[in-house]
Structure formats: C-alpha cells, structure tokens
C-alpha cells in the first residue's frame, strides 16, 4: 500500500503528462491510499478537461466511476491537529500535509511528485520512479 496524490490518480483516468508514471506506479503497487480530499481535487482536474474539451462528459463520467471505485474503502481523514502541526513545522499548505500526515500515521510511503515534499520529508516521501514496492 502506498499513499498518492492526486495527480497521479488523475494519470490513471485521464490523458494527463503523468499517465506514464501513474501507469508504472498502478503496476508495482496497486493498493492506493489518499485522503478524502483526493475526491476535491480530482472532480476539479476533470472539470478542467471538461472546460478545455480534452474530453466529453461520457468520458469524464467514465474516468470518476473508475478512480471512486478505484479509491473505495482506500480513503481517509487525516487527524486535524496533525495536518496543522505538519503545515507549521514545514511550511506547506495544509493540502500537501493531509497527503504528509497519512503517509506519516499509516507508515506507507507517500507517492509524490512534489520536490519540495521530497526534500523535505525524505523518510517518507519518494518519486514515482523511484518506488520500489517493500521501499
């Protein structure tokens, strides 16, 4: 099990430039944590498809069933306190911490594409291409 955000959800379902890397990541380890607000996240993602006509609405549809049965069961609420202690000792929104906090508290390592978490929470956090399962 791993923890990932929600661009690499997005890369699963929809044309994106991280399919490849989602892709790669879906084959080592299929069992994908996030917290709830990965729904948040990807219903706008898919909205900005729409938007751009990158897809239709049968597609996007399509893509949301797919990822919610993807995420069924796998979906979490971070603890307050935590997120919050975790934006003031980083530095980060209190988005990127929700994702911190899971992968910290659940001891999975955290997917991410963002090298700034990557620095900083080095223990934790690990580039999709650098994921091996067991890490």
């Known amino acids: 099990m791993i923890v990932v955000e929600t661009e690499l959800i997005a890369g699963l379902y929809l044309p994106t430039e991280f399919t490849e890397i989602a892709e790669n990541l879906y084959e080592k380890d299929p069992y994908w944590l996030a917290p709830f607000l990965w729904r948040t996240e990807f219903l706008s993602v898919v909205s900005t498809f729409l938007s751009k006509n990158l897809i239709n609405l ?19 609420r971070p603890v307050a306190f935590d997120v919050l202690e975790k934006s003031k000792e980083s530095g980060f929104n209190t988005r990127d911490c929700e994702y911190i906090s899971l992968a910290s508290f659940s001891g999975f390592k955290l997917v991410t594409l963002d090298e700034k978490v990557l620095n900083k929470y080095p223990e934790i956090a690990v580039h999709p291409k650098n994921f091996a399962p067991n890490n």
């Open 58 to 76: 049968d597609k996007a549809s399509e893509a949301v069933e797919l990822a919610e049965r993807q995420m069924k069961h796998r979906e979490y």
